[in-house]
Every structure is written in structure tokens, then in C-alpha cells.
């Protein structure tokens, strides 16, 4: 086995022959200024599609937002509710600016009782993406 790093500045039709590809790019995923890397990778799986991509880059987009990831296994436990291996907590959006009120609604909506773990939306690949907020109690209303 060899590991060999793949060289973003290199035209694709000059890089070897890679059998699987193995990344680590989710800073890189919704980086506007990654664009090219991505696009280079892109192109040479593309001319190369027997390299084996470990976490294609479709898949990992899938899972860099916490509130979509959500969505996700939310839809998941709705479409088969009996069989579901899995149980959804519940979960809601807090966009900065956010009035108390339009929080504290979608709080009761949801039957959110405390305590809450606050999450930044990055799943990965950021500084902060793993930081928490434990929050015991509230200014809320959520009786």
C-alpha cells in the first residue's frame, strides 16, 4: 500500500493512476474558495471512474449541516414510523436575529423541554463546528 498525496495543482490528465481515493475535505466542502480542488477531484474521478472514492463528496454534503442532517432522519422515521431503528429527537432552527417569541413558539411547537444542547449548523470541518451550549434553564415558557 502506498499513500500518495493527490496534488490539487497538477492537471488531471498528469496524475497517476490512484486505485482509492481517501479524503478529508469537509472545510473545503461549502468553501467557495475550494471550488477548484473540488473541481479537480471531480474531473479526475471522472476520467478515472474506477478509483474508489472513501466518502464521496455527495455524501459528506449530505451531513455538514446539522439542521439538514435532521431533516433527513426526520423524513427517514416519518416514512416508516413502525420500523424505524432509530428515534428522531426533536429539534428546531435558531437563526441569529431570532425574536424570543418566534423561538419560544417553535419551542412549544416542538414540546422541547429543557435542558437543550445548542449546536452551531457545521457538523465538521470548522473551528466551532463542535462547540456546545447546555442550557438548563430558560426565559421560555415551555410548560
Keep these: 500500500v502506498q499513500f500518495i498525496p493527490y496534488d490539487f495543482d497538477t492537471p488531471v490528465h498528469e496524475i497517476p493512476h490512484f486505485h482509492v481515493i481517501i479524503h478529508k475535505l469537509t472545510e473545503d466542502i461549502d468553501n467557495p474558495a475550494s471550488l477548484s480542488k473540488l ?8 476520467t478515472h471512474p474506477t478509483t474508489v472514492m472513501v466518502d464521496p463528496i455527495h455524501s459528506v454534503k449530505k451531513v455538514i449541516n446539522r439542521y439538514q442532517t435532521c431533516q433527513h432522519l426526520a423524513n427517514i ?3 416508516m414510523p413502525a420500523a424505524c431503528p432509530f428515534d428522531q429527537p426533536a429539534f428546531v432552527l435558531i437563526r441569529e436575529g431570532d425574536s424570543d417569541e418566534i423561538v419560544s413558539k417553535q419551542i412549544d411547537e416542538l414540546h422541547i423541554k429543557f435542558p437543550v444542547i ?3 449548523l457545521e457538523a465538521c470541518g470548522t473551528p466551532n463546528s463542535h462547540l456546545m451550549v447546555s442550557h438548563r434553564c430558560s426565559t421560555y415558557d415551555v410548560t
Excluded: F, I, Q
Design 118 to 120: 445548542c449546536k452551531p
Design 39 to 46: 473541481a479537480s477531484l471531480e474531473a479526475y474521478l471522472r
Design 77 to 79: 422515521r416519518e416514512k
